[in-house]
């Protein structure tokens, strides 16, 4: 099939509810960021660049250079410079318009998902608004979150990530953030994130876990790092021979954390 029959397609099947209802007649090829983690894991050794997205500039160039490439993009923004109190110009409720519009005037037909990074949720006060917040955040055109309770003890991180699960679709990628670099005291251990993993899994509800809220990679080489990616019904744990990798990076191998 040719390229161009093969985006005609993507574009009848593969743009989430809330994005067809948006736009519905854009071309631009808005996906779920679990379409994206799946199309990565099919491929084998990929990775998907996610863009911080601040202002329309950035996201510009970030869309040409997708482009050119022929790669899948993440656009995205946390909740500390989009959310509420956001100091940058594009925030959780316009991010999607302005990638979908930026992706018909410029011919961008590379798949690109729209993240709302680090949602933050450190407290019952925090929780309590995402009740309402989260359902906001993709009635404006988001296609994945990522669960950020990470500042809290580790029960009350899945019992955050638990409270809101109903308020995601199912079609929506979903991060999840284990512990922070705690300094002389390490990192987070692969047990802690497998706790989380495995308790979220307990309910029914597989996702992306990302060690110390930071991205992995080992210069030169990809590493499966995460302490878990789930799909379905099938489970990929820390193993063995991970678990010398993430000794490693503890013991200060050079490593950046990939999501």
């Known amino acids: 099939m040719a390229y161009a029959e093969d985006f005609e397609k993507a574009l009848q099947v593969g743009r989430p509810p809330n994005v067809r209802e948006l736009f519905p007649n854009s071309r631009a090829l808005l996906v779920s960021g679990k379409a994206v983690d799946r199309a990565m894991r099919a491929k084998g050794d990929a990775i998907a660049m996610a863009a911080n997205g601040r202002n329309s500039f950035v996201i510009r160039g970030a869309l040409r250079a997708a482009q050119r490439a022929n790669a899948a993009l993440i656009i995205e923004i946390a909740k500390s410079e989009g959310g509420q109190k956001a100091y940058c110009a594009v925030n959780y409720w316009n991010m999607a318009r302005i990638v979908d519009s930026l992706c018909n005037e410029m011919g961008i037909t590379i798949p690109v998902a729209v993240h709302a990074d680090h949602y933050g949720i450190k407290n019952d006060q925090d929780l309590e608004q995402a009740m309402t917040e989260i359902p906001s955040l993709f009635e404006a055109g988001i296609t994945s979150i990522a669960i950020d309770a990470s500042h809290q003890p580790n029960d009350k991180n899945l019992l955050a990530n638990l409270a809101v699960n109903p308020h995601i679709p199912s079609w929506a990628g979903l ?47 990809p590493v499966e790092f995460h302490a878990a990616i789930l799909e379905g019904d099938d489970a990929v744990g820390v193993g063995a021979g991970q678990a010398e990798e993430v000794q490693a990076a503890q013991d200060g191998d050079a490593v950046l954390f990939v999501k």
Not at 188 to 217: K, M, R, W
Request: hydrophobic letters at 45%; a negative charge.
């Open 175 to 221: 991060e999840t953030e284990i512990g922070e670099i705690k300094g002389k005291e390490g990192l987070s251990t692969p047990d802690e994130a497998l706790y989380l993993i495995q308790g979220l899994n307990a309910h029914g509800i597989f996702a992306v876990d990302v060690f110390e809220a930071l991205l992995i990679y080992f210069f030169g080489q």
